[in-house]
């Protein structure tokens, strides 16, 4: 399952609200029913991303109608087990995945027909007796919002079971600048690699400083839009007449200030990805006009009657749930069903623990060779406790962390004492961080003036404004040589 799963909430209400870009590859069309997918454009653009992205589980993956006809499976000896059907007829589910030649007598997985916009019905079929293995059912909606057929996702099968079944591909601990070996990082690469060659726009979830940035520059670098531009807009930090010429671009006259002719942000990025982050911050007057741009694949600067078309892949991110913005009107639910075509979640720091390592070393490495020190090492004292502090900053909170203990303190090892023991307690109160943060400065204003003095104490004092004594104390307490 992709890493949706691993957010409960947001992979349900996404789901429930009909986001189906559950982390899939290219795999078989079972005959259809008698949905009208082509004439829907929303069930049309989310069949072809499942389409995409289904060959890549090793889960069993379908999409059935309310009739229970199979109009997809992404395995190929499913789909085609209802040849013996009369001509033209729709493979059904109960035959497909069941082996039977009637329906079965009740389908818990129905129940997502019942989904209001308010109130999605999704959910897992554990311990439920269900035959066909089915696991977890979600609604997918029409333009209209209509629940007209669900995605369903199967028990993964033993290896031997499965007909040609792949092989599995030796796990990457790295992908661009990401790294991760914890389940939900590998997860994740597999969606990214899956998901980058397709137009398809993507949605990033995840908390602040996990990496979002990061995750969308990657996917454009594994795509074919690699040698185009990748530009990157902060949604949030602009106000909205500035942010829309900033994309959009404008014409010379079109209101003061504007003395050339400019062109926009979509425009420069043409044929490769532009990445808004923070999208969650834009006002509805935007979301009216970049919705436009999303189904038009033209732009029009300010000021300008003529459209430019454009070719730009669209990834957005956004660090608050969308859902919840779109049941209080503050966000645009059309917009937010073309921008969630391909939604990923990127996981806190605390939910994959196991990476903390990995990173670490990571910085340590970088930060010794940016502040032209000699390699150093990490004492197992202070790797556990950083694999146990709460990094509510995620991963840029433990690479400034990091960064700080390598200019701060000197020796082969970075050890867990003094002010580097208050930043990743997890019980530390504010005392406790106003302190620890105050003798982190006061050490590093110590090592400063020791460097300037050529390491002679006295001068050292006297330019610290303190007494020799105390310098030979504070030296003493923050452990310094």
């Known amino acids: 399952m992709p890493c949706l799963a691993h957010n409960p909430k947001a992979g349900l209400d996404m789901w429930g609200r009909g986001e189906e870009g559950v982390g899939m590859g290219e795999g078989t069309r079972a005959k259809r029913g008698g949905t009208p997918w082509e004439a829907d454009p929303i069930l049309a653009a989310r069949l072809d991303a499942i389409r995409q992205l289904a060959g890549g589980l090793t889960h069993r993956v379908a999409v059935m109608d309310r009739e229970f006809n199979v109009v997809y499976v992404n395995e190929p000896e499913v789909a085609q087990c209802g040849d013996s059907s009369p001509e033209g007829a729709a493979t059904k589910c109960y035959e497909a995945f069941a082996q039977r030649e009637v329906p079965c007598d009740t389908c818990p997985a129905m129940t997502v027909f019942d989904a209001s916009a308010g109130h999605p019905a999704a959910g897992a079929m554990e311990d439920r007796g269900v035959a066909c293995g089915m696991r977890e059912a979600f609604p997918m909606r029409s333009q209209e919002g209509a629940v007209t057929s669900m995605l369903v996702v199967f028990h993964p099968r033993p290896a031997a079971e499965r007909q040609g079944s792949r092989s599995q591909a030796v796990p990457q601990f ?29 949605l990033i979830h995840g908390e602040s400083g996990t990496g979002k940035e990061l995750v969308a520059k990657t996917i454009h670098e594994l795509s074919y839009r690699r040698d185009k531009p990748f530009v990157v807009v902060d949604c949030g930090s602009l106000p909205e007449t500035l942010l829309e010429s ?33 999208i969650a911050d834009t006002t509805p007057t935007f979301q009216a006009k970049l919705l436009r741009v999303l189904q038009e694949g033209e732009v029009k600067r300010i000021g300008s009657t003529q459209p430019v078309k454009i070719d730009v892949r669209v990834i957005s991110a956004t660090n608050k749930d969308l859902v919840d913005l779109v049941r209080a009107k503050t966000f645009r639910q059309d917009l937010y069903y073309r921008l969630a075509v391909l939604p990923l979640y990127l996981p806190p720091l605390r939910d994959r623990r196991e990476d903390i390592p990995l990173l670490v070393e990571h910085f340590v490495a970088s930060s010794c060779l940016r502040h032209r020190q000699p390699p150093r090492g990490v004492s197992p004292e202070l790797m556990q406790a950083l694999v146990e502090a709460p990094w509510p900053g995620n991963v840029r909170e433990l690479q400034h962390y990091v960064e700080r203990a390598i200019v701060t303190t000197s020796g082969p090892d970075l050890v867990l004492h003094g002010s580097l023991l208050g930043q990743v307690r997890k019980d530390a109160d504010l005392k406790s961080v106003v302190r620890d943060a105050v003798g982190q400065a006061e050490r590093a204003r110590i090592l400063d003036a020791l460097a300037k003095t050529g390491g002679n104490r006295l001068k050292a004092a006297k330019l610290l404004k303190i007494s020799r004594a105390s310098l030979y104390n504070k030296i003493r307490d923050y452990g310094l040589k």
């Open 174 to 202: 790295a992908l661009g600048a990401l790294l991760g070996r914890s389940s939900v990082m590998q997860e994740l690469f597999n969606m990214m690699r899956l998901v980058s060659d397709s137009a398809a726009t993507v």
């Open 246 to 278: 900033e994309l959009f671009g404008h014409m010379k006259g079109s209101f003061t200030g504007a003395t050339s002719n400019k062109r926009g942000l979509f425009e420069e990025a043409d044929g490769g990805t532009i990445f808004l982050d923070e």
